[in-house]
Each structure stands twice: as C-alpha cells, then as structure tokens.
T-cell receptor, first 113, second 116 residues
C-alpha cells in the first residue's frame, strides 16, 4: 500500500505566486488533515476534512484553501504565497473516530522567497 | 493556553540505557493522548495511544507510556535505547473533549539522541 502520498516533495515559490500541494491516500480513510511543521512549534493544524464535501478550519487556516471532492484526495492551495508560509507541510489521514491514529505522508518542503 | 508540553528540547542517552521522554497536558475531561515519532525527512509515525483503561500503554518498537492523571503526564519510555531510536518525538492530545476528530494539539517535539 502506498499510504499517504504527497507531491511535490520540494518546491520553491516567489512571493505572490499560488500553488497546490497534493495529497492522496489509498486506505479509504474518511478523515484527512493538513499540518505545517515549523522548528520549535510542533505541528499546527491548517484545515481538516471528515469526509468528501466537508472541510473545516484548524488552528492556522489563513492564506490556505482546501476542498475534498473525493475520499482519496485533499489538496491544499496557497492563494498568494508569503515568506511566512515557508514550512514543511504534512498531510495525514485516519479512519473515523477521535481515537484513531493518523497516518502521515512524508511532507512537502516549501520555500517562499 | 498550552494544551501539551514537552519540557525537553533534546534528550541524550547512551545505547542500552533507559530512555524517557516527558509530556504533560492541560485539558479538561478525559484526554486522548498519543505519541508519534519522526525520522529525518519522513512523516510522523504512530507509536501508541492512551484512550482509557490501563495506565501503562505498550506500543511499537518496544516503547511504552504511562498515563498519570494526578500529575497530568504521559511520559514515553523504553527500557533499553537503541541508536536507531534517535529521532524526533511528539506528544499529542485532543484538546477539548467536545472537539471533533481533527483538532489534535501537538507538543513542540523532543529530539532524542542515542549514542553508541
């Protein structure tokens, strides 16, 4: 099984550019989420989804959009990149239930110049 | 308010010695607590969780954690550390008992360095 697949692995953008980070999972998980990881701050939740067509904001949603048209895919869109969005982004998925462990992708390392 | 704290940025231990990584939490109600490990350039991997029941939880790779309600702690332990245990460890807690699935709060992480 591929698990959670994130593309691209690395990306460099200029301030003001837009881009989409892709996330796909093949485990038929209902729940998916996006986090950003910054040094000394752990992981912070950006957006999450509890099923196709349902999304909600996390802790740091500003500057990001998401959609969930299928169970498998949960793309994250940066509308107008800013240097403060330089980070490592992780997508995760899990089965339904608040006590279920999350499965993480290997991350996208994004630099905004 | 901080929901989960990992007081040590780094823990150094010699191979074969016991390893402890500390975590304290501050949520109301019954917390759901998790430990994850991150190897370089990889995503987080689930180690273990406490939901209810026995305070001593056993997980992957020989790790275990003890839930202590009076001290609001959930320390990760391993009796005999390996060099391959060197990684970044994260504690996580569901912040609010009424929060939906997505809202886990992660600690800042503790770097574990195991020397031969």
């Amino acid at each position: 099984n591929a698990g959670v697949t994130q593309t691209p692995k690395f990306q460099v953008l200029k301030t003001g550019q837009s881009m989409t980070l892709q996330c796909a999972q093949d485990m038929n998980h209902e729940y998916m989420s996006w986090y950003r990881q910054d040094p000394g701050m752990g992981l912070r939740l950006i957006h999450y989804s509890v099923g196709a067509g349902i999304t909600d904001q996390g802790e740091v949603p500003n500057g990001y959009n998401v959609s969930r048209s299928t169970t498998e895919d949960f793309p994250l869109r940066l509308l107008s990149a800013a240097p403060s969005q330089t980070s490592v982004y992780f997508c995760a998925s899990s089965r339904e239930g608040t006590n279920q462990p999350q499965h993480f992708g290997d991350g996208t390392r994004l630099s905004i110049l | 308010a901080q929901s989960v704290a990992q007081p040590e940025d780094q823990v150094n231990v010699a191979e074969g010695n016991p390893l402890t990584v500390k975590c304290t939490y501050s949520v109301s109600g019954n917390p759901y607590l998790f430990w994850y490990v991150q190897y370089p350039n990889r995503g987080l991997q689930f180690l273990l969780k406490y939901i209810t029941g026995d305070n001593l939880v056993k997980g992957s790779y020989g790790f275990e954690a003890e839930f202590n309600k009076s001290q609001t702690s959930f320390h990760l332990k391993k009796p005999s550390a390996l060099v391959s245990d060197s990684a970044l460890y994260f504690c996580a807690v569901r912040r609010n008992p009424t929060d939906s699935w997505g809202k886990l709060q992660f600690g800042a992480g503790t770097q574990v360095v195991v020397t031969p």
